[in-house]
C-alpha cells in the first residue's frame, strides 16, 4: 500500500529538461524524507537529491545548478525537475522514501540522454 510510483522518465538530446514525479500512498507522507537516486550501467546507485519534511535540499555535486528536487505534500509526491541534461545523467532513476526504521523504494524510471 505504501509503493512509491515513479513517472515522467524517457529519452532527452544533451541539454533537454525532463522532470520526474512520484508519488506515495499514506497519510504520513508529509513525515518522510523523500529522496530521489539513479544507478547508471556498471555503476553503483548513487543519491542524486533529497528533501526534508521542512523543506531542505541536498544535491550530490554532479547535478547542482541543474536538477530541482521539490514536494508536494497535499499530493503526496515528489518531483526532480533536470535540466541541462548530459550524457552522463543517464541511468535508472528510483524514489525513495524514508522515515524512522523504513524505507520505501519505487521501480525506478529510465532516463537516457543521447544526440
Known amino acids: 500500500q505504501i509503493q512509491p510510483v515513479e513517472s515522467g522518465g524517457g529519452a532527452v538530446q544533451p541539454g533537454g529538461s525532463l522532470r520526474l514525479s512520484c508519488t506515495m500512498s499514506?497519510?504520513?507522507?508529509?513525515?518522510?524524507?523523500m529522496a530521489w537516486y539513479r544507478q547508471a550501467p556498471g555503476k553503483q546507485r548513487e543519491l542524486v537529491a533529497d528533501i526534508t519534511p521542512s523543506g531542505s535540499t541536498n544535491y550530490a555535486d554532479s547535478v547542482k545548478g541543474r536538477f530541482a528536487i521539490s514536494r508536494d505534500n497535499r499530493k503526496n509526491t515528489v518531483y526532480l525537475q533536470m535540466n541541462s541534461l548530459k550524457p552522463e545523467d543517464t541511468a535508472i532513476y528510483y524514489c525513495n522514501g524514508r522515515l524512522k526504521l523504513y524505507t520505501y523504494w519505487g521501480q525506478g524510471t529510465q532516463v537516457t540522454v543521447s544526440s
Open positions: 499514506g497519510n504520513i507522507f508529509s513525515r518522510y524524507l
